[in-house]
């Protein structure tokens, strides 16, 4: 719900990746696999001998000050609020701690 609900993903379908469940969701014509953990992987950024996932994700938004607003309102905490003078970036933690980048391209 995450996805859908706060980032405005649509939900493509649930399917197995394995014998794992996971989901296919539209970010705007871009489509993202996500799985749940296989039995032994942790969610990590150093390099174990079972990991998945990866360090962050980012997003690219028209506005980050107004991404920013709406997420905090939300109560998500913010590890760098926006900065950048040309181009903007932030980044906040989603479920399970995901690191999230949300950057706003110079216009």
Request: charged share 30%; glycine share 12%.
């Given at each position: 719900?995450?996805?859908?609900?706060?980032?405005?993903?649509?939900?493509?379908?649930?399917?197995?990746?394995?014998?794992?469940?996971?989901?296919?969701?539209?970010?705007?014509?871009?489509?993202?696999?996500?799985?749940?953990?296989?039995?032994?992987?942790?969610?990590?950024?150093?390099?174990?001998?079972?990991?998945?996932?990866?360090?962050?994700?980012?997003?690219?938004?028209?506005?980050?000050?107004?991404?920013?607003?709406?997420?905090?309102?939300?109560?998500?905490?913010?590890?760098?609020?926006?900065?950048?003078?040309?181009?903007?970036?932030?980044?906040?933690?989603?479920?399970?701690?995901?690191l999230i980048e949300l950057f706003?391209?110079?216009?």
């Amino acid at each position: 719900s995450f996805f859908t609900e706060v980032l405005g993903a649509k939900l493509v379908e649930r399917k197995m990746f394995g014998n794992v469940e996971g989901s296919v969701l539209d970010f705007d014509g871009t489509a993202v696999y996500l799985r749940r953990a296989r039995e032994g992987e942790e969610l990590g950024s150093d390099p174990p001998s079972k990991i998945f996932g990866y360090d962050h994700f980012g997003l690219i938004v028209d506005d980050i000050d107004a991404a920013y607003e709406e997420l905090t309102g939300k109560g998500y905490t913010f590890d760098l609020k926006p900065m950048g003078e040309v181009a903007k970036m932030a980044f906040f933690r989603g479920p399970d701690n995901v690191l999230i980048e949300l950057f706003q391209p110079p216009n």
